[in-house]
C-alpha cells in the first residue's frame, strides 16, 4: 500500500510565485518564449494566468534537482528545502 502513496518520479517542478520563484514578473520572459497566447491563455496585470484554471512552471527531469528558495532581500542566497533524490534513479 505505501508504494501507491509514494512518489517514485525524479525530478522538481518549480512554479511562479512560490519559493523557488517568487517573482510572478518573472513569468513574462516564459510567455515571450513560449507565446500561450496563442492558445488563449494571457497573462493579467497581476500576473495572474487566464483562463482561471492554467498553469505554469519550470519542470527539470534530473535525479539530483532539489526544492529551494530564492533569496529576494538581494544578499543572493539561497536556501536547499531537501536534499536531492539520491537511490530514486530506475
Known amino acids: 500500500?505505501?508504494?501507491?502513496?509514494?512518489?517514485?518520479?525524479?525530478?522538481?517542478?518549480?512554479?511562479?510565485?512560490y519559493p523557488a520563484c517568487p517573482n510572478l514578473d518573472d513569468q513574462v520572459g516564459l510567455f515571450q518564449l513560449l507565446r500561450p497566447e496563442d492558445i488563449g491563455v494571457q497573462l493579467t496585470e497581476g500576473m495572474m494566468m487566464e483562463p482561471e484554471a492554467s498553469v505554469s512552471a519550470l519542470v527539470f527531469h534530473h535525479p539530483d534537482c532539489a526544492y529551494f528558495t530564492a533569496d529576494e532581500g538581494g544578499s543572493g542566497g539561497v536556501k536547499s528545502h531537501r536534499t536531492p533524490n539520491q537511490g530514486l534513479r530506475p
Request: glycine share 12%; proline share 0%; charged share 30%.
Open 1 to 17: 500500500m505505501h508504494d501507491h502513496f509514494t512518489s517514485k518520479y525524479r525530478g522538481k517542478r518549480y512554479s511562479f510565485g
